[in-house]
C-alpha cells in the first residue's frame, strides 16, 4: 500500500489505435465480464501511480485477452510490456497463444516512412540458446523488444529494459511478493511498473485479503459463449465402466485424446482406492491394450 501511494508509476491509456486495432481483428466480442475487467484496469493504468491488480478467472473465461490488451497499452504508451509465467512450458505456451492471437499486428510509429512497425514479441527462458539470448537482452534494452514472455529469467541481474511499463505475472502463488517487486523495479528507476496478476485458481474474498491484501480483485465470472458445455457422468456398475472405456475408445478413433486420473501414484495399504501404477497396468493389459 505505501508503494502505491508514494510511488509515482506510469500512465498508460486504452484509448490508442494498437489497442482497437487487437480487439477489431478478435474472431469474437468481448464478454460482458471482460468488458468490466478491462474496464477496471483501464482506469488503473491511466492514474499515475503503479497498478497492483489480481485478474481471477477459470481456465477458458478469457483472461489472455485481457492481459494481452493491457500489455498493449503500455506499448501504445512508448513503454514494454512483459508476461512472466511460472515454468517454461507455460511460458512456451503463452508465447504461443500471444502470437497467434496478435500476429502481424502494426504499432503505430509516426517515426517511420509507413507510419507503422510490426510489433516485435520475444520468448526469453533459460532453454533460449546463448545468441538468440545475447540478441534479445540486447534489443530489450535499447527498446526494439515491445513485448517479452518468459519465466523468472526475466528478473535476472543480466535482463534491462528500455522502459518497462506493464508486467502480467500469471498463477501469482508461485511467486513471491518480493519476485513480483524485482520486476517492478526492472522498470524505470523513476516510475514503477503497472502490475497486474492472474490466477484460474478460485479465491474465497476472505483467502484473497490474506493473501493479495495488496492487491485489487477483478474477476471473469462468465464464460465466452459457443464454448462446449461440460458433461460429467458418473461410472458406478461394471456395465456403466466398461461403457466408459467404449467413449474412450470412440474418442480416440476420431484422433482425440484421453486422460485417467487416479487418487494415488502407488498402491496404499490404508486406502481402497486405484492407484495410477495399478490402472495403467490394467488398461494395457487389458480394455485398453492395443492403444498408446
Not at 482425440?256 to 486406502?271: D, F, K, N, T
Request: aromatic content about 4%; charged content about 25%.
Amino acid at each position: 500500500r505505501r508503494i502505491e501511494r508514494e510511488t509515482a508509476g506510469l500512465s498508460h491509456s486504452l484509448d490508442g489505435e494498437l489497442v482497437a486495432r487487437f480487439h477489431e481483428r478478435l474472431p469474437f466480442p468481448l464478454t460482458g465480464a471482460q468488458e468490466r475487467a478491462i474496464r477496471e484496469i483501464g482506469a488503473d493504468l491511466e492514474l499515475e501511480r503503479p497498478m497492483h491488480r489480481l485478474l481471477q478467472g477459470d481456465v477458458g473465461s478469457g483472461k489472455t485477452v485481457v492481459a494481452i490488451t493491457a500489455l498493449l497499452a503500455g506499448v501504445q504508451s512508448g513503454h514494454q510490456g512483459a508476461l512472466m509465467a511460472p515454468t517454461e512450458v507455460l511460458a512456451e505456451q503463452h508465447h504461443l497463444g500471444v502470437t497467434s492471437m496478435l500476429g502481424d499486428l502494426m504499432v503505430p510509429d509516426p517515426t517511420t516512412l509507413m507510419g507503422d512497425r510490426p510489433l516485435r514479441i520475444e520468448l526469453l527462458t533459460n532453454r533460449v540458446g546463448a545468441g538468440d539470448r545475447r540478441k534479445i537482452l540486447a534489443d530489450l534494452v535499447t527498446g526494439k523488444v515491445d513485448i517479452v514472455i518468459g519465466t523468472h529469467a526475466l528478473i535476472q541481474d543480466k535482463v534491462e529494459y528500455s522502459s518497462l511499463g506493464v508486467v502480467v505475472i500469471d498463477e501469482q502463488h508461485r511467486f513471491g511478493v518480493e519476485q513480483r517487486a524485482a520486476l517492478r523495479d526492472k522498470g524505470d528507476a523513476s516510475a514503477a511498473a503497472d502490475v497486474l496478476v492472474m490466477t484460474a485458481t478460485p479465491i474465497p474474498r476472505t483467502a484473497a485479503m490474506t493473501v493479495y491484501g495488496d492487491l485489487d480483485v477483478s474477476e471473469l465470472d462468465e464464460l465466452p459463449p459457443g464454448r462446449t458445455p461440460i458433461v460429467t457422468h458418473w461410472a458406478q456398475t461394471d456395465a456403466e465402466v466398461a461403457e466408459v472405456w467404449d467413449e474412450v475408445r470412440t474418442e480416440v478413433a476420431a484422433g482425440r485424446q484421453a486422460y485417467v486420473v487416479c487418487p494415488l501414484i502407488g498402491e496404499s495399504e490404508a486406502l481402497d482406492v486405484s492407484s495410477a501404477t495399478e490402472t495403467y497396468e490394467e488398461l494395457t493389459g487389458g480394455v485398453l491394450h492395443d492403444l498408446r
